[in-house]
């Protein structure tokens, strides 16, 4: 559990206290008060806003009212200090029982420690990926699959219930490009000479065995035939072909969705004229001229009456045009008929995480989702930036058989789907992530995915030698882990009580990479502890003319192990128990 929450909780019956004795007004609303650590640690373990916020409704002084509060949060059980800073800041120090508390908790709860009901069960849409099925994923669709799937393991974590969604963009242009550029391998496959491949298609090797596989399914059947009597065959043939390869590749990385959502199947029922008529019925769409686009002059500009949404009354830059001049609909259309369908699913909140090439459409689909379900429905984007990799500060060549791009699978075969899922939420999504093999296979503190991986086997290992001494942590009480004393002992045991409070953070703040630096600390702080046993007999873990004393550790220890075990888990990579140093 969040501790925070439980001060919070204390803090307003204390000024609901004071309200009972009229010291402080009725009415008073509490919910800006905050909990949190405080900046400068030696200050306390929480600090409180609660003064400064309720002095400003009540017209109080906030030192003097920070006073009256601060006297009686001192009668709580576990609290040792209170002190007034500043404008009206309440710090709170916490006793060493309280913390010895959490870490009995910890053992309680093992690796289900931080989890929580703040999402309240909640529907969450995620839809994430959405790759065009045109080949193989490409090792940058990596980081938009992985940070969305952590994302969506913290938001059960914290009580969400997520789907997990893939829109397969099968309709359009690049799905017809793909046809005719699988008609050109199916030709290859059956003696012909291609020669190169057209500008514009795609050239990857790896559309020859789909090629091949229309050759030994229909023969020559497609060879003397018109276009349009093939290119509907092709494209669903080689969309499966694609589907499936990608499928593949998100398994590699321990991905998995529960919904795939076909955009053609979809357009097919109609529902992108159900979404644009019930959008007129509401008189956001209208029939008009669009302004030149940036660049270019009213000259260069061929303006056309076209069917348009007003998206600038829900936030755009400029409304945005439904129809192609050919009647067609736009994607954007397409997307807003997706959207509604989301929507009248059950999911009045979205989530889609999306590489940072979409950038543009950002605002069009946000207004669209307002619009389309008049308010009632929230939608966040998130955008990941581009990843480079690297050998050794060099960019890594593209793989023939992909053409343009590194796949997802060579980079899985080198460095495993462990560091590479952690690498990939390593940083803030909006960041560009540099990915060097060299670096992420180095066993150094500067490889966080190792240091971290490192601690937690090291906890193991010295829980195997402890049972081969016959000596073991469990039965333990707070009394015993009372003789953890050293300074640097308590920290680690306070940042092991602190996780609850960063899952729940970085959840609503959908900043899967805070978790990764959270870790790191953890992870350090007990390699500090074991380097200290090093030097100091006494400081060892296992102390053998200390039996207690070793109990209490092996029990602060399990807690390290637990905790590094929670945060892995939730990024989907394996705790190893044993590394070769």
Known sequence: MNFFHSFRDKIVE???????????????????????????????????????????????????????????????????DVSVAGPGFINIKLSSEFWY???????????????????????????????????????????????????????????????REYYVNDAGGQAETLAKSTYLRYREALGETIGDIPVGYYPGDYLKEVGQALAERDGSKWLTKEEKEWLESFRE?????????????????????????????????????????????????????????????????????QLLFRSTQFGDDM??????????????ARDIAYHYDKFRRGY?????????????????????????????????????????????????????????????????EKVGKDAFRFMMISRKSDAHLEFDFQKVLEKTRDNPVFYIQYAHARCHSVMRIAQDLMVEWKGISDKSLALLTDKDELKLIKLLAGWPRQ????????????????LYEIAQQFHMLWNKGKENT???????????????????????????ASGLNLFGVTPVEEMRE
């Open 14 to 80: 204390a000024l609901e206290l004071l309200v009972q004795r009229r010291l402080l007004s009725d009415g008073l609303t509490f919910e800006k008060i905050t909990t949190e650590p405080p900046r400068d640690p030696t200050h306390g373990d929480l600090s409180t806003n609660a003064a400064m916020i309720v002095a400003s409704l009540a017209n109080k002084n906030p030192r003097e009212l920070a006073q009256l509060i601060g006297e009686e949060l001192k009668k709580l059980p576990f609290v040792e």
């Open 101 to 163: 508390q959490q870490l009995l908790t910890i053992l309680e709860e093992k690796t289900d420690y931080g989890a929580s009901s703040i999402g309240l069960g909640e529907k969450i849409n995620l839809e994430y990926v959405s790759a065009n099925p045109t080949g193989p994923m490409h090792a940058g669709h990596g980081r938009v699959a992985v940070v969305a799937d952590v994302l969506a393991n913290l938001l059960e974590k914290v009580g969400y219930r997520v789907l």
């Open 237 to 305: 043939f080689a969309v499966n072909a694609m589907m499936n390869k990608i499928r593949g590749d998100l398994e590699r990385i321990g991905i998995t969705h529960e919904v795939f959502t076909s955009e053609a199947e979809l357009c097919a029922t109609g529902a992108v004229e159900e979404a644009v008529h019930f959008l007129e019925e509401r008189g956001v769409v209208y029939e008009g001229f669009l302004p030149p686009p940036r660049g270019k002059t009213s000259e260069e500009w061929e303006s056309r009456l």
């Open 319 to 332: 409304d945005r045009s439904l129809q192609k001049a050919d009647g067609s609909w736009t994607y954007f």
């Open 348 to 412: 009045t909140q979205m989530i889609n995480v999306w590489g940072a090439d979409h950038v543009g459409t950002v605002k069009r689909v946000t207004a669209a989702v307002k619009a389309i379900t008049e308010e009632k429905g929230h939608l966040d984007i998130i955008l990941c930036q581009i990843v480079n990799f690297m050998e050794g500060g060099q960019p890594v060549k593209m793989s023939k058989r992909a053409g343009t791009f590194i796949e997802i699978r060579d980079v899985v």
């Open 503 to 518: 899952v729940e953070i970085a959840a609503l703040a959908r900043e899967p990479h805070r978790l990764c630096y959270y």
């Open 538 to 564: 006494l400081l060892r873990f296992i102390v053998t003319q200390n039996l207690e004393l070793t109990r209490s550790r092996l029990a602060m220890i399990q807690g390290v192990a637990h905790v590094i």
